[in-house]
């Protein structure tokens, strides 16, 4: 018992003493003005660290109830990230930051559409009946969201530059630890329990590895700047495209025809 | 059960995207230079690859028909084993051409700030469907040999040839011509436009 408090404790020692090193990185490097919502999260989860000290202190019921409503504060300063992954990737590409938006919407309306399609076919439904599984529910969303947005920078070749790259793989790398081990805490119950609480603190100090290391120094991403030819019509140049697919398709078609 | 497997497959999924992120190079090929290459593979193709001499030499059956009445057994099965080898060669450019305009689609179509992004969704899984239907093609030769679908092979050469026709439009202002246009608007002042 005492060993496993003693851990915990270094953990979270080490968790403040990283996210100071950001913070501190972000002032010497002058990355604070160029992905302010990131460190907005970080400064979020340093005050929450310090201030869990003087709130364990209250008694466990009090820092439960403490705990879980930060958590869900946190959940949301976390969409704040995802937001600046959206902005800085897609900045210098106009139809890739509209295929991304359009694929964030579409998320929601599928989760939208989920919870909707549950309350409706489920009696007595509710969209979470734990703080485990509203944590992991709101985890999930931002990780379909992250996937996305990395399925349209993959797509479309977009050079992210080292600075946002170590931001996402930092925080997806902890959103999907977080889905994985909620959904199995959830479904395997109190015996994953001791698991659950050792890999969420693991893993975030994994991911403030990654952030203070890419986000040491300013690394400027190389612009790609468009063609000369580009101001013209979209939908054009889409149709153009389309017509030779289709004369290409129905030449194979008839290829592979007997 | 469901949940469980719903919920784990978008954390593995999210971590094996997140695996090719690491392994990606910070910095993707230059628009410019891609096009270049593209330009350079286009006239590779036109000028060689999908030229009807080369087609009809590949696909056709005067040469089989000449081995088959004259030659051995042995020579018969080595001339087919050749002609599959490039039957299927000739087939793997074709996907390659495909790749090539897809490359191309997709490193314009970021650009446009009038993207439709129901069109580019579409436009995706046609190209995702057309690569498969080249797959399938190039299994039909290596089952049924090189004279499997003969007829019309040479529709697919010429499908070919117009994705390079329409691709070649598309890449026009690479060649040294507008090159000399924009040349022509330089200032008399003496600044130069290059």
Redesign the interface.
């Known amino acids: 018992m005492l060993r496993r408090y003693i851990l915990a404790q270094l953990l979270s020692l080490a968790g403040i003493i990283l996210e100071l090193g950001i913070l501190w990185r972000a002032l010497r490097a002058k990355l604070l003005p160029r992905f302010p919502l990131f460190y907005a999260y970080i400064f979020w989860v340093l005050l929450l660290d310090i201030s869990s000290y003087g709130v364990y202190g209250l008694g466990p019921s009090v820092y439960r109830n403490w705990y879980w409503g930060t958590q869900i504060l946190t959940l949301l300063v976390g969409y704040g990230v995802i937001l600046e992954i959206v902005h800085k990737s897609f900045k210098n590409?106009?139809?890739?930051e509209?295929?991304a938006v359009?694929?964030v919407i579409a998320v929601f309306a599928l989760v939208f559409a989920y919870v909707i399609f549950r309350s409706f076919t489920i009696p007595h439904w509710t969209p979470a009946a734990t703080y485990y599984e509203l944590e992991?529910d709101l985890r999930?969303v931002q990780?379909?969201v992250?996937?996305g947005v990395?399925?349209v920078?993959?797509?479309?070749?977009?050079?992210?530059?080292?600075n946002l790259?170590g931001v996402?793989?930092g925080y997806?790398?902890y959103?999907?630890?977080s889905?994985?081990s909620?959904?199995?805490r959830s479904?395997a119950g109190s015996s994953f329990h001791a698991a659950w609480r050792l890999i969420q603190p693991y893993t975030f100090l994994i991911s403030l590895c990654v952030w203070l290391i890419a986000m040491w120094a300013y690394?400027e991403i190389?612009e790609?700047?468009?063609?000369?030819?580009?101001d013209s019509?979209?939908?054009a140049?889409?149709m153009?495209?389309?017509?030779?697919?289709?004369?290409?398709?129905?030449?194979?078609?008839?290829?592979?025809?007997? | 059960m469901i949940e469980l497997i719903l919920f784990l497959s978008i954390g593995i999924g999210l971590l094996v995207l997140l695996f090719a992120l690491a392994r990606r190079p910070a910095r993707q090929e230059g628009t410019a230079q891609a096009l270049v290459e593209a330009k350079h593979a286009l006239r590779t193709l036109q000028e060689s690859l999908v030229a009807a001499e080369l087609v009809e030499r590949i696909f056709d059956q005067g040469d089989w028909k000449y081995v088959a009445s004259a030659a051995a057994e042995a020579t018969k099965d080595e001339f087919l084993r050749d002609r599959k080898k490039i039957a299927v060669a000739w087939t793997h450019r074709v996907k390659t051409q495909i790749l090539s305009l897809k490359e191309y689609h997709f490193r314009h179509s970021r650009f446009y700030s009038q993207l439709n992004p129901a069109t580019e969704f579409s436009l995706a899984l046609s190209f995702a469907a057309l690569l498969q239907q080249c797959r399938l093609l190039q299994l039909l030769l290596i089952i049924g040999g090189p004279y499997a679908a003969p007829a019309l092979v040479g529709r697919t050469a010429a499908a070919t040839a117009r994705i390079c026709a329409v691709s070649e439009k598309s890449l026009a202002f690479l060649n040294p011509a507008t090159a000399g246009s924009f040349g022509d608007q330089s200032p008399e002042d003496g600044a130069a436009v290059l």
Not at chain 1, 93 to 96: D, E, K, V
Request: glycine letters at 6%; a positive charge.
């Open positions: 590409f106009a139809g890739a509209r295929a359009f694929m992991r999930t990780a379909v992250l996937a990395l399925a920078v993959f797509g479309y070749r977009i050079s992210i530059g080292r790259k996402i793989l997806g790398l959103l999907a630890s889905v994985i909620s959904e199995l479904y690394q190389p790609e700047r468009p063609v000369p030819r580009l019509d979209y939908e140049f889409a153009k495209t389309r017509n030779v697919l289709e004369t290409m398709r129905s030449y194979l078609q008839r290829t592979v025809r007997p």
